[in-house]
């Protein structure tokens, strides 16, 4: 299965400090809130990707934050630490 959306995408500092920290929300975060932008999220309480696991063992994200170019790869397993 192959999801795609056009959101802000992440960067390291998001990845590291919000989408690997179960249950903490990038966008309940200053990060997110003090920035100027006109993107309104659908999430709550951070843990919505967890469900993937749901479905599938392996889950691939390939992110690349608005305003960058670089591109990010992130592979993770059901029983990983992550």
Do not use: W
């Amino acid at each position: 299965v192959i999801i795609s959306d056009n959101g802000m995408g992440m960067n390291e500092y998001i990845i590291k400090n919000y989408f690997l920290n179960v249950g903490k929300s990038y966008y309940k975060s200053k990060d997110f809130l003090n920035y100027k932008h006109s993107y309104n999220p659908i999430g709550n309480f951070g843990i919505g990707f967890l469900s993937c696991f749901m479905l599938s063992d392996e889950v691939q994200v390939i992110t690349k934050h608005f305003d960058s170019n670089k591109k990010y790869t992130i592979e993770l397993e059901k029983n990983s630490e992550y």
